[in-house]
């Protein structure tokens, strides 16, 4: 089976630019969550969508919007990179929301911001 | 709101030492714990969890149990290995309709041979 799919695996992209980050979850699986991992740091929640609904929003500024598709996979915009942008953002998915689920994460896509 | 402290890193261990990554939680609620390992270059895979109190948590040699008394959730290993070398991260999910992990910094552990 596959895992969760991100795409593409790295970006370099220039301040002002926007991106596109994209997520595959594992079949059947209908919940996808996004997070941003700045170098040695912990992950930090950016979106959970469920269903193709936002379920759940971190604080980060609007230039970061999402979406889910009828098929469960997601995608991450960023507009207006700034270089604090530059990170590994991990998907991670789960077959529904709650504690009892566990998330099963991707290897994440790494931006870098010039 | 949530939060987690883990032991700053970095930890460096001779092969067949034994380990401690300490891990402290603040929550509302009965939150579960995670510890989540990342290899070099990787994602995130989940190590091991507990959903309630006193529950014990373990996979692949490492344990840690969930102290409601001490909101602790230490990871503990009997003897590293090699291949245990990766960065270690202590999460915890809230319980309502708060679903999203919320993750300590990470500690890396190197073993050397």
């Known amino acids: 089976d596959a895992g969760v799919t991100q795409s593409p695996t790295h970006l370099i992209k220039t301040r002002g630019q926007h991106v596109t980050l994209r997520c595959s979850p594992i079949s059947g699986h209908k919940s996808v969550s996004w997070y941003q991992q700045v170098l040695g740091q912990g992950p930090q929640f950016i979106f959970q969508y469920y269903e193709k609904e936002e379920r759940g929003r971190g604080n980060f500024p609007d230039r970061f919007s999402a979406r889910q598709f009828p098929n469960y996979s997601s995608e991450l915009n960023v507009n207006a990179l700034l270089l604090g942008d530059s990170a590994l953002y991990l998907c991670?998915?789960?077959?529904?929301?709650?504690?009892?689920?566990?998330?099963?994460f991707g290897s994440g896509t790494r931006l870098t911001v010039v | 709101g949530n939060s987690v402290t883990q032991m700053e890193g970095p930890v460096t261990l001779s092969e067949e030492a034994f380990l401690t990554i300490n891990c402290t939680y603040t929550a509302t609620g009965y939150p579960s714990l995670f510890w989540y390992v990342q290899y070099p270059g990787e994602g995130l895979q989940l190590l091991l969890k507990?959903?309630?109190?006193?529950d014990k948590g373990s996979n692949k040699g490492f344990e840690a149990t969930y102290r409601k008394e001490t909101t602790s959730f230490h990871l503990e290993k009997g003897s590293v290995q090699v291949s245990d070398s990766a960065v270690y991260f202590c999460?915890?999910?809230?319980?309502?309709?708060?679903?999203?992990?919320?993750f300590g910094k990470g500690t890396l552990l190197t073993v050397n041979p």
């Open positions: 999460a915890l999910s809230g319980g309502g309709s708060n679903y999203k992990l919320t």
């Open positions: 507990a959903t309630k109190a006193d």
């Open positions: 991670a998915s789960s077959l529904a929301i709650g504690e009892l689920y566990g998330y099963t």
